[in-house]
């Protein structure tokens, strides 16, 4: 995918300058010329600087707030980085299984982690995905998280969104405009398969991951699925990879 050289430059400048310093040096963090943090040198074994996007207001009852893109892309038209349900890795393409997801010990009946039967393993009744689960949280910060099934059901709600297939710059996928003041985001057609190859299934359509557990059978999690001229909640393999759109409150 496409990314910007400058963050890339940046860290390396700075890990060149840090590397320089003697252990009696500290790094200082300042926002607005206000020291927020400090950390002394000889704690510090990398830097790293990522690209947090804007947010659109909708005008959605909820007030929740929808990153312009997906964790991993840079712009709006890439498809980012996917992820099995519950983790903040990725993996090889054919990679996305139960023999290796990070919840289980190798199949969907010995869940370790978001479960509310039996049947399925050790039972935690865990219903939404934890801080340290959540791809969202964990590269973009606190103030982001994965969408939950409401907030996918009110950004597809036909009282408050208008949904147009569209292409965008050469890229095909969903354009979700608010009725309220016109703003817009942009949802592009990811992938969605079963261990399949993602360079095979980009622009079949599009899978993104929510932060709510199906509960009716916790082998599943709920999902925005964009296919063809329809977007629709539904639930899928939780082993499985799909992109992410963060969302934050206002």
């Known amino acids: ?14 890990v ?4 320089a310093f003697s252990q009696s040096r500290e790094l200082q963090i300042f926002r607005n010329g206000i020291l927020i943090k400090a950390y002394p040198i000889s704690e510090i074994d990398s830097v790293k600087i990522s690209l947090i996007p804007e947010s659109v207001d909708l005008g959605l009852p909820s007030g929740t707030l929808w990153a312009t893109y997906n964790v991993g892309a840079s712009s709006p038209e890439e498809y980012g980085d996917f992820f099995a349900w519950g983790e903040t890795e990725t993996k090889d393409p054919y990679s996305y299984s139960w023999g290796n997801y990070k919840h289980c010990n190798g199949s969907y009946t010995s869940l370790t982690k978001y479960n509310t039967y039996g049947g399925y393993g050790t039972v935690d009744n865990k219903t939404e995905l934890d801080p340290e689960d959540d791809a969202a949280y964990l590269f973009w910060g606190p103030d982001w998280r994965m969408p939950s099934y409401d907030q996918f059901n009110e950004l597809i709600n036909g009282s408050y969104t208008t949904i147009t297939k569209v292409t965008q710059n050469g890229v095909e996928g969903k354009l979700i405009t608010s009725k309220s003041n016109g703003k817009s985001i942009f949802l592009p057609a990811a992938w969605e398969g079963y261990q399949i190859d993602v360079s095979q299934a980009i622009g079949t359509g599009g899978g993104y991951w929510s932060r709510s557990l199906y509960t009716s059978s916790p082998n599943f999690a709920y999902r925005l699925l964009t296919v063809s001229n329809d977007i629709i909640l539904s ?3 939780r082993c499985q990879g799909h992109a992410v759109r963060p969302v934050r409150n206002q």
């Not at 060149?16 to 590397?19: G, I, Q, R, V």
Request: charged share 15%.
């Open 1 to 14: 995918m496409r990314k910007s050289l400058r963050p890339v430059c940046l860290l390396m400048a700075l």
């Open 16 to 19: 060149a300058t840090l590397s």
């Open 235 to 237: 639930y899928y393999y």
